[in-house]
């Protein structure tokens, strides 16, 4: 009943350019349901992945982010959230009925950081073959382009976390 969001900042295409990839993963199964890269993981970019994934798949239970500012008003760093001064995406969420939760734990952080490991090995070589690719956006359906997203999930049988309705 849990999606997990995160974005990594990654010279992806081996050059001097700096993207980030947000990726948002089903916590039950660890499939990818949605992986782009943008110039910067934003309020804009991360309610556009959101979108995207309910418009696919359904509106979902719960979001698991980091503390990042477009999730979270965090008064002092490596505090605790303020559940009360709530952002514009918090606000979103609310309105749909997602509960969004926030990353303390380290266990919780590795999961997405092995997930990002997982991106940089196989994604940064396919970038840098592809040269059709070298300034394209990359998105969940590059399977379209031999580029399979399939290839980068671990799945387990699991629950779904999306509501039928």
């Known amino acids: 009943m849990l999606l997990h969001i995160d974005g990594s900042r990654h010279q992806w295409f081996q050059d001097e350019r700096w993207y980030d990839l947000i990726v948002i993963l089903d ?52 505090a605790k959230v303020d559940p009360h001064r709530v952002t514009q995406q918090g606000r979103a969420l609310r309105e749909i009925g997602v509960q969004l939760i926030p990353a303390y734990s380290p266990q919780a952080r590795g ?28 998105t969940s359906r590059a399977s379209e382009r031999g580029f399979g997203v399939r290839g980068m999930t671990f799945l387990k049988r699991g629950l779904t976390c999306f509501n039928p309705d």
């Open 27 to 78: 916590d039950a199964t660890n499939e990818i349901y949605y992986a782009q890269l943008v110039e910067e993981e934003s309020t804009v970019t991360v309610m556009a992945a959101i979108r995207e994934v309910i418009e696919r798949k359904g509106l979902f239970c719960v979001l698991y982010s980091d503390r990042g500012s477009h999730f979270w008003f965090t008064p002092k760093a490596g």
């Open 111 to 138: 999961r997405s950081e092995r997930s990002f490991g997982t991106w940089q090995v196989r994604l940064r070589p396919e970038l840098r073959l592809d040269w059709a690719w070298r300034n394209a956006v990359v």
